[in-house]
């Protein structure tokens, strides 16, 4: 796997998912990047990445034959329509309701959905409310 620009900037430089069935992962995860308007950089037989995340089989070198077991992962929407339309592609692609959109008491303006994954990982689209980025991310080129 072979970078020659990323984009960097926040706490995670990249988590990696070990699956059980690498194909149903990729179908929710290709869905709900897309509305996120995150595309999927890479394919190989036995794992797939997307910026930060990596998503690979148990049979995957960097797997050692092990599932990781259940994570909590959050992805920054843009809107609140944006986590409305993870939350709609996330049940349409496999996954399992967590709790539908709607406001949360972490703070004000805290907009939210979470969806299991075919694993059971715990997915979050989150829109934090009105706010200004500096930069939309970090470049390195290589």
């Known amino acids: 796997m072979e970078a020659n620009q990323l984009h960097r900037g926040r706490l995670i430089d990249h988590i990696q998912l070990v699956v059980a069935d690498l194909n149903a992962s990729q179908d929710f995860y290709t869905a709900i990047l897309a509305v996120l308007d995150i595309p999927i950089v890479g394919t190989e037989h036995d794992f797939f990445w997307a910026d930060e995340l990596v ?80 930069a939309a991310s970090v470049v390195i080129d290589f």
Request: net charge neutral; proline share 6%.
């Open 55 to 134: 998503v690979s089989s148990a049979s995957s070198p960097a797997a050692l034959g092990v599932l990781t077991g259940r994570h909590h992962l959050a992805f920054q929407a843009k809107d609140r329509a944006t986590v409305d339309a993870v939350y709609r592609a996330a049940l349409a692609h496999g996954g399992r309701d967590n709790g539908a959109p709607g406001e949360r008491p972490y703070h004000p303006g805290y907009y939210a959905a979470f969806v299991l994954d075919p694993d059971g990982n715990n997915i979050e689209a989150v829109y934090h409310g009105e706010a200004k980025r500096s």
